[in-house]
């Protein structure tokens, strides 16, 4: 893909009226879209165009959002796709993501916030893999996997090893949701799939470490009944695009 070429997004969602919200706006800021109404259309579509990202509505008839999202990364597995949701629906927001959706938007989102999330969701499809031991420096906490150090403003941190472990796993996919189960499993194994709590009192600890204001951290995030988000931005990036309660909003219901 060409880095600076239009990104193309399919909006496949059966509310006419949310597509033609999502289209308008899109097309303001400069991007392509494709409608579809249903995940059989949406398949159709993928097949036989490139796209950039899809965002793809959670509930609709025929095959749904779910079925749609798993077909279409048994042909197309590195697609960014986004999930749309509704404000209520966690269980279905963690399906969506351990079936391998990328991220998940909730309805109804500011235009804003749709924006930001589809062109980090593109622009981490567009960066090559990184090495296993390479690097990864975010703001001011930097992991040299190699050594295992961790560093904040260039200066060593004591970490446990699992909080090490959580900590490079949340950076390695920074930007993204990662749910407590995928964490769990990554770092504990299969077996620690459900210790939710377990996971809540080492995230805490390490949030002292290497967060200025642990109660209100910048890096390490949490998404609501979900997972863990570690920022891709620096802290003064990521308080500068956080949502204010006087943006207008999407009428997406």
């Known amino acids: 893909m060409n880095r600076g070429k239009t990104i193309r997004v399919l909006l496949v969602d059966d509310e006419p009226a949310i597509r033609r919200a999502l289209k308008t706006a899109l097309h303001e800021l400069g991007f392509y879209t494709v409608e579809a109404s249903r995940g059989e259309e949406a398949l159709l579509l993928v097949r036989g165009q490139e796209f950039d990202a899809v965002l793809l509505d959670i509930n609709m008839p025929g095959i749904g959002g779910i079925r749609t999202l798993e077909r279409l990364r048994a042909f197309a597995p590195r697609l960014p796709i986004l999930m749309l949701t509704v404000r209520d629906e966690e269980e279905d927001k963690v399906e969506a993501l351990e079936r391998g959706a990328d991220d998940y938007i909730t309805k109804p989102f500011s235009i804003r916030e749709c924006v930001a999330r589809i ?5 981490r499809a567009r960066t090559p893999e990184r090495a296993e031991d390479a690097p990864i420096s975010i703001g001011d906490i930097e992991v040299q996997p190699a ?8 200066k060593p941190i004591r970490l446990t ?3 090490y472990d959580i900590l490079y796993y949340l950076m390695a996919h920074a930007g993204r949701a990662v749910t407590y189960g995928r ?3 990554s770092v504990w194994g299969a077996d620690y799939r459900e210790e939710v709590d ?3 009192t080492f995230v805490r600890q390490l949030r002292k470490k290497i967060e200025d204001e642990p109660s209100n951290p910048v890096y390490l995030l949490t998404d609501a009944c979900v997972g863990y988000r570690f920022s891709e931005g620096s802290p003064r990036r990521r308080r500068d695009e956080q949502i ?3 943006e207008a909003y999407l009428p997406l219901a």
């Open 244 to 246: 204010h309660s006087g």
């Open 161 to 163: 090893p699992k909080e």
């Open 147 to 154: 050594q295992r150090i961790v560093k904040k403003a260039g």
């Open 198 to 200: 377990y996971l809540r």
């Open 119 to 123: 062109r980090a969701t593109v622009r």
């Open 183 to 185: 964490l769990l499993a």
